[in-house]
């Protein structure tokens, strides 16, 4: 078992590999896993069309504030701000989407690795950071794939 300040040092490195790890999953997994009929990306009822998040996280209030893909690596496609509404771009918005919120489910996962290489209360403690590091941004995806598809269906109307 590893002392708490090797664990500490350990994990600066094992964070960021399994977030590498993760994207390079969902890059690497065919485009037609990420249709609107996967059961994973679905929105559920109780979402509400995204205003759920809205509603109980007043995600509009913290958003603007976190980083996207891109703002590590320049090749990502942009999520933070639309600037292309073409239905090809939005179509393309709505796969990343999926792709980003698979990547952050993903990244969660590897919390109980630190069960093998510390103690108990390390690997809670890294749950806690997994879910915090992760969950606003599955959140954030949750919140904009809704909208932009009921954005991309009035349009389809008209």
Known sequence: MLSDSQTIAISFI??????FIASRIANKLPISFYNDNNVLFKTKKWEKGGSFYQTY?????W??????????????YAKKRITDFSDENLYRFLIESRKAELVHILSV????VWIIISRV?????MLL???IANIPCIIIQRYNRPRIKEYLNRRKEL
């Open 63 to 76: 958003k603007e504030y976190m980083p996207d893909s891109s703002f590590f690596n320049k090749n990502k």
């Open 109 to 112: 996962l590897p919390f109980w």
């Open 57 to 61: 996280f007043r995600i509009k209030s």
């Open 129 to 131: 950071y997994a879910l």
């Open 14 to 19: 094992l964070w960021p590999t399994f977030q």
């Open 121 to 125: 209360e390390v690997m809670l403690l």
